[in-house]
């Protein structure tokens, strides 16, 4: 299985200061295709998961443009560049590429 | 408005079952794979079972293969995860979910609660 690994698990942030989230694949997420399936997913305080961008760098509809993400092959990045309070949540990398789907551990942003 | 609405969730007993479904609305269910993704009490999510459009294709995380049957009906617009032999480390919020590779957006139900102990 493709073993996905974040850091850091925790994230305090100062409300406007930019955040970075890594992941780290044991495998290449470059499937067949040429795509490279790589997601981030946001999960607010009680609610239900929502993905933010998809293939590495794509964002979702409605997604606001102060989420970014950026990397290849094993090596990959969410940046926030100004935390908001509505940002508060656990951030999960998710990869598609290998079966069975797998999900890093979360890291978790809180406001300072 | 699309919706995924989770049933099936309760108490049971190491060792017993439980078939857990998942009502699709507002979408071409039979277009898409869906998934059932898992969340323990206060720990991170995990992926559980994927089944392709007609039911031809289906994967599961090593932990619960053998013991997890994921199934769908399209003409019901309908997914289910039959469950059985299950055991304390499955309990969890077990959320019904369309998660694509692609631009097309993900769906998440609100998840049902599997509590598995004596």
């Known amino acids: 299985d493709a073993v996905m690994t974040q850091s850091p698990l925790s994230l305090p942030v100062t409300l406007g200061q930019a955040a970075s989230i890594s992941c780290r694949s044991s495998?290449?997420?470059?499937?067949?295709?040429?795509?490279?399936?790589l997601n981030w997913f946001q999960q607010r305080p009680g609610q239900s998961p929502r993905r933010l961008i998809y293939?590495?760098?794509n964002r979702d509809s409605g997604v606001p443009d102060r989420f970014s993400g950026s990397g290849s092959d094993t090596d990959f990045t969410l940046k926030i560049s100004r935390v908001e309070a509505e940002d508060v949540g656990v951030y999960y990398c998710m990869q598609g590429t290998h079966r069975p789907t797998t999900f890093g551990q979360g890291t978790r942003l809180e406001i300072k | 408005e699309v919706q995924l609405v989770e049933s099936g969730g309760g108490l049971v007993q190491p060792g017993g079952s439980l078939r857990l479904s998942c009502v699709v609305s507002?979408?071409?269910?039979?277009?898409?794979?869906m998934n059932w993704v898992r969340q323990a009490p206060g720990k991170g999510l995990e992926w559980v079972a994927g089944i392709n459009q007609d039911g031809s294709e289906i994967y599961y995380m090593d932990s619960v293969k053998g013991r997890f049957t994921i199934s769908r009906d399209n003409a019901k617009k309908s997914v289910f995860l039959q469950m059985n032999s299950l055991r304390a480390e499955d309990t969890a919020l077990y959320y019904c979910a369309r998660v694509p590779l692609g631009p097309t957006g993900d769906y998440w139900g609100q998840g049902t609660l599997v509590t598995v102990s004596s």
């Open positions: 495998q290449s997420l470059v499937y067949s295709d040429g795509n490279t399936n």
């Open positions: 507002g979408l071409t269910f039979s277009n898409y794979w």
């Open positions: 293939r590495v760098s």
